[in-house]
C-alpha cells in the first residue's frame, strides 16, 4: 500500500524557516517525480514545487522561488521541502504528493497533509 | 500562467442525477488536465487525467470530455458518496495550476 506521511510543521514566525518532510512507503520511490502542493485555509490547492526522479531538475511557482528548496532522498525514501524567509501567505496545509506516470503531471497519491502556519 | 476557471462553485443535486463540472483553460492545454476528488479526513483522489482517462479504481459513472481549453466532469447516477468537493488541474506547463473548486451538494 502506497503511503505518504508528512510531517515537521507547526507555528513559525515569519521570516523564519520550517522544513518538512515526507516518509514514502509502498512503492519504488525513485521511480517517481514528487510534489509539494499546499491548500490555505478555505482555499483551493496550489502547486508549490516539484522534484524529477534523480533530484537533478526542480520546478517551483514563483512565489516560492528562491524561499523554498525541494530536495529528496532516494535512500531513506524521503521528500524534503526546506521553506526560508517564511510569510503569513504561506500559511496552509502541505501536501506531498506522487506525480502519477511518466509525462503526465498528475498527482496519483497525496499524503494527509501537515499544517504550517506562518504568525507572530 | 494558464489559468483555470471552473464552475459552478456550487452545485445541488440529488442521488441518482447526473451533474457536470466545467473547467476552462486560459489557453489550449490540449488534453493535459485531471480532475481530482476532495473528501474531509481522506487523501486526494485522482479521478480522471489526459482530459477523459479513468484512473485505476475511477468508478465507470465519472467520465471527463474536452481538449483545448474546455472541459468537463460528468457524474451519472450520483452516489450519495459523490457529493463532496472536485478540482480540474491542467499539467500543460509548469507553473501546475488548479481549478477553484466545485462543491457538489445534496439537494
Known amino acids: 500500500e502506497v503511503q505518504l506521511v508528512e510531517s515537521g510543521g507547526g507555528l513559525v514566525q515569519p521570516g523564519r524557516s520550517m522544513k518538512l518532510s515526507c516518509a514514502a512507503s509502498g512503492f519504488t520511490f525513485s521511480s517517481f517525480p514528487m510534489a509539494w502542493v499546499r491548500q490555505a485555509p478555505t482555499k483551493g490547492l496550489e502547486w508549490v514545487a516539484t522534484i524529477s526522479t534523480s533530484g537533478g531538475s526542480t520546478y517551483y511557482r514563483d512565489s516560492v522561488k528562491g524561499r523554498f528548496t525541494i530536495s529528496r532522498d532516494n535512500a531513506k525514501s524521503t521528500l524534503y521541502l526546506q521553506m526560508n524567509s517564511l510569510r503569513s501567505e504561506d500559511t496552509a496545509t502541505y501536501y506531498c504528493?506522487?506525480?502519477?506516470?511518466?509525462?503526465?503531471?498528475?498527482?496519483?497519491?497525496w499524503g494527509q497533509g501537515v499544517m504550517v502556519t506562518v504568525s507572530s | 500562467d494558464v489559468q483555470m476557471t471552473q464552475s459552478p462553485s456550487y452545485l445541488a443535486a440529488s442521488p441518482g442525477e447526473s451533474v457536470s463540472i466545467s473547467c476552462k483553460a486560459s489557453?489550449?492545454?490540449?488534453?493535459?488536465l485531471a480532475w481530482y476528488q476532495e473528501k474531509p479526513g481522506k487523501a486526494n483522489k485522482l479521478l480522471i487525467y489526459s482530459g477523459s482517462t479513468l484512473q485505476s479504481g475511477t468508478p465507470s459513472r465519472f467520465s471527463g470530455s474536452g481538449s483545448g481549453t474546455d472541459f468537463t466532469l460528468t457524474i451519472r447516477s450520483l452516489e450519495p458518496e459523490d457529493f463532496t468537493v472536485y478540482y480540474c488541474q491542467h499539467y500543460n506547463e509548469y507553473p501546475l495550476t488548479f481549478g477553484s473548486g466545485t462543491k457538489l451538494e445534496i439537494k
Open positions: 504528493t506522487r506525480q502519477a506516470y511518466p509525462g503526465i503531471r498528475a498527482f496519483d497519491y
Open positions: 489557453k489550449s492545454i490540449s488534453t493535459y
